[in-house]
């Protein structure tokens, strides 16, 4: 059997908040608990968005709170560069094969065009409305015509078949045909979009197990058809539910979430993040302090609630007071 192999992923745009630890934790301790091995990757790709200090933050965060990797920016391995800005030629290399079978079309559409999309149908709810395919069929003579005056965004075509795949958590998922329509996989700016990175990364990292926010499971469609497109084995997926606040919506600034820098700085230790985390994602039965390594053994992705977490503010208040 091959080993288990799994990420984290962080995206260096903001700083590590608490939402984003739980995550990472949990995938850390899902590759530990089969005694896999843990990649670290960046994704920087969308480099406007994107600072090296909150990269290195990033690492330092994870660090501290307990986590290690085998391999990952700063320690090297065999995959390396392990931080997308650094690996656009592969990107570049993907993109050509799909190109080469025809799967990708130049979309002109300005960004009016497509915010007047209002509620198009089959729309993945995190991924925003359906493109309805305006410039899937534009003639060789009306794309050279449009190229004259806009740099074009690339599209996959999305096959019209239905989509299904069992998530590890969140169990059986059915998309019907077309789901989310045509989706972008190279930006008019020329960068490289987060499906076709995650996929291209993931597959030649030799990913086998990808956990992640439920926010991203809408993604995995998309992704699913991009490893098929390639012609590359797809990993398992595990969504795990999100931490929200009372109103229901994801735990946010709004709400107090704390960054783990600044947990750090008011002196809270790793170890009461960590009871606090697991015991918010049903791998304690109250928050106690505990280190990383002591969950690993009682670890087990079916303890993960399958409903979103509600954290009330006396819960939150609790991560930093006594
Ligand atoms: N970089 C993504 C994020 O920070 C995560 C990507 C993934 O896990 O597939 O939201």
Same mark, same amino acid.
């Given at each position: &059997? ?5 990420? %984290? ?5 903001g700083? &590590? ?6 995550t ?8 530990? *608990?089969?005694?896999g091995? %843990? ?9 406007p968005?994107?600072k090296?200090? /909150?990269?290195? #933050?990033?690492?330092a965060d994870?660090?501290w ?13 065999? %995959?390396?560069?392990?931080?997308? *800005?650094e ?12 190109? #080469? ?13 497509l915010?007047?999309?209002? *509620? ?6 995190s991924?925003g ?9 534009l003639?060789r003579?009306? #794309?050279a015509? @449009?190229a ?8 996959? @075509?999305?096959?019209?078949?239905a989509?299904?795949?069992?998530d590890?958590?969140a ?38 197990d ?8 809408? $993604? ?5 058809? /991009? ?9 398992? %997926? ?20 704390i ?12 170890? @009461? ?7 918010? *994602? ?8 505990? $280190?990383?390594?002591?969950?690993? @053994?009682?670890f ?5 609630p ?8 006396? #819960? ?7």
């Amino acid at each position: &059997m091959t080993r288990m192999r799994g990420r %984290f992923a962080p995206t260096p745009s903001g700083l &590590m908040h608490i939402g984003n630890a739980r995550t990472a934790l949990l995938a850390w301790l899902h590759v530990r *608990s089969e005694d896999g091995q %843990f990649v670290l990757r960046m994704e920087d790709i969308d480099t406007p968005r994107c600072k090296p200090e /909150l990269a290195e #933050q990033a690492l330092a965060d994870l660090r501290w709170l307990g986590l290690d990797w085998d391999e990952g920016p700063n320690v090297g391995g065999p %995959f390396a560069p392990y931080v997308q *800005s650094e690996r656009i030629p592969m990107y570049e290399e993907a993109l050509h094969r799909l190109e #080469q079978d025809g799967r990708l079309y130049p979309c002109y559409c300005s960004r009016a065009e497509l915010m007047a999309i209002a *509620s198009a149908p089959h729309g993945l709810g995190s991924e925003g409305p359906a493109y309805p395919g305006t410039c899937r069929s534009l003639t060789r003579e009306e #794309q050279a015509r @449009r190229a004259e005056t806009k740099m074009p965004s690339l599209r996959f @075509r999305v096959p019209d078949e239905a989509m299904s795949f069992v998530d590890l958590t969140a169990g059986e998922q059915r998309f019907p045909p077309g789901s989310g329509g045509d989706f972008v996989v190279r930006r008019a700016d020329g960068i490289i979009s987060y499906q076709l990175a995650v996929v291209a990364d993931d597959a030649a990292m030799g990913i086998t197990d990808v956990l992640r926010g439920y926010d991203l499971l809408d $993604s995995t469609p998309r992704q699913l058809m /991009l490893y098929e497109a390639l012609g590359l084995p797809a990993p398992r %997926f595990a969504h795990v539910p999100l931490l929200n606040g009372t109103d229901g919506k994801r735990l946010a600034k709004r709400h107090g979430a704390i960054s783990l820098a600044g947990l750090r700085q008011a002196g809270v230790a790793p170890e @009461r993040i960590v009871g606090w985390l697991a015991a918010m *994602s049903g791998l304690l039965d109250r928050p106690e302090p505990v $280190s990383t390594k002591e969950l690993i @053994r009682a670890f087990r992705l079916d303890l993960i609630p399958k409903e979103p977490v509600v954290v009330t503010d006396e #819960q939150l208040a609790a991560l930093t007071h006594n």
